[in-house]
């Protein structure tokens, strides 16, 4: 770490010098792009700075070092979790220069021409696709064929559920009270694919990715709700919990990025898991209903759709407090790739281990600074356990 460099740019700060002293901590960067000292300045220069469409090259200048700052420290093998505060604050600026001045970007030009009413109930359908694990899929189903009644005085749920077993998904899906997709299995994403491109045909205000093996409370709902409302374009959970029906075991993962290890996937940092993603019909319409078109894979289905979500959009992954607002025409969207947490926001996002898993239990517990262990017993976990039967596997 320069000391000299930083206590000229903290000069440059105090004297108001903005461009000067954002210019410096670039500079920094490009000689040591992890250094976090260096970043915190470049976030306080851009903060007092007011960006237009004129500072294009500060504004890549800024991306680059945002991306190399992450990529720097995975290479070094250090974790991300802990600065990714700094990452989101600094997407929030990049995206709100590349969006909010850019008027010429298609995605703008998109939203400014639509002129959607908003449903007088809100509508939310949700995406699921099943195979075998008949058991686990019935209590699936009957769990939410149960929220969706407590929810009907403000909410109108649907469940669209793609399958690969004939008569036998479709009953199970009827039972269920879904509408059914008959698809081959293989691969996934042509599979899940399918059920997106079936959507368009329907009339709804968002759009909620959820395994047949994914539970959310009730109150997640509530924070839908919230989003929808506010023109989120896209939102997600970054952390998850995890119930193993063999062992009976319950575990919180925090998310991507906790250790430098490789598995911990560090790159990944600000990603939401798939599980309760969220997709406003307005997104959905500009990408033409295509999230996984092309691709050919059983796995990694999470990582193919944020990829082509940023290449459409030029979105970046943001915390919910730093996402850009972009208004017009008495209309308002956040936009970016919008991270929350189930922890944080005190909901619950289970995802059930029993026996076909596209990934295993092994790969989010392979380190104690993963996750840590959860008593199912706890008041905040017994309603919803107790609802879905597991315990009793």
């Not at 770490?1 to 440059?12: F, G, N, R």
Request: charged share 25%; glycine share 4%.
């Amino acid at each position: 770490m320069d000391i000299v460099a930083i206590q000229k740019i903290e000069k440059l700060l105090a004297c108001q010098d903005f461009t000067s002293a954002l210019q410096a901590a670039l500079s920094g960067l490009q000689q040591n792009s992890s250094c976090t000292v260096h970043f915190i300045l470049m976030l306080r220069a851009l903060n007092k700075i007011g960006l237009n469409t004129s500072d294009l090259e500060i504004t890549s200048a800024v991306k680059k070092a945002a991306e190399n700052f992450i990529q720097a420290r995975v290479d070094k093998g250090l974790e991300n979790f802990t600065v990714w505060s700094l990452a989101s604050m600094a997407h929030s600026k990049i995206m709100d220069l590349e969006h909010k001045h850019a008027e010429h970007r298609p995605l703008i030009d998109f939203l400014k021409k639509k002129t959607t009413l908003p449903n007088k109930k809100t509508k939310i359908i949700m995406l699921t696709c099943i195979w075998q694990r008949h058991d686990l899929t019935r209590i699936f189903f009957n769990y939410y064929k149960e929220l969706k009644q407590q929810l009907s005085s403000n909410l109108d749920l649907q469940i669209i559920a793609v399958g690969s077993e004939g008569e036998i998904s479709k009953t199970l899906c009827e039972q269920g009270d879904a509408i059914y997709i008959e698809h081959p299995n293989e691969p996934l994403t042509a599979k899940w694919q399918a059920g997106i491109s079936a959507l368009e045909s329907y009339d709804f205000d968002a759009l909620v990715i959820m395994g047949s093996d994914d539970f959310i409370s009730k109150d997640v709902f509530d924070i839908y709700l919230e989003k929808i409302k506010n023109n989120s374009l896209f939102f997600g959970f970054q952390d998850l919990y995890i119930y193993d029906t063999k062992q009976k075991n319950l575990i919180y993962w925090y998310g991507y990025g906790v250790t430098g290890d490789k598995k911990s996937q560090p790159q990944r940092i600000g990603e939401s898991i798939g599980l309760g993603r969220m997709l406003h019909r307005d997104l959905l319409e500009y990408l033409d209903f295509d999230l996984w078109k092309g691709f050919h894979a059983n796995k990694s289905l999470d990582n193919m759709m944020k990829k082509r979500v940023i290449q459409k959009t030029a979105f970046l992954p943001v915390k919910e407090e730093d996402a850009p607002r972009l208004t017009f025409d008495n209309k308002s969207y956040s936009l970016g790739l919008i991270l929350s947490s189930f922890k944080e926001t005190s909901s619950l996002g289970v995802d059930v281990k029993h026996t076909i898993n596209v990934t295993s239990l092994d790969s989010y517990c392979f380190s104690k600074e993963n996750y840590i262990p959860v008593d199912v017993k706890t008041s905040h976990f017994t309603d919803l356990f107790n609802r879905i039967k597991l315990l009793d596997t």
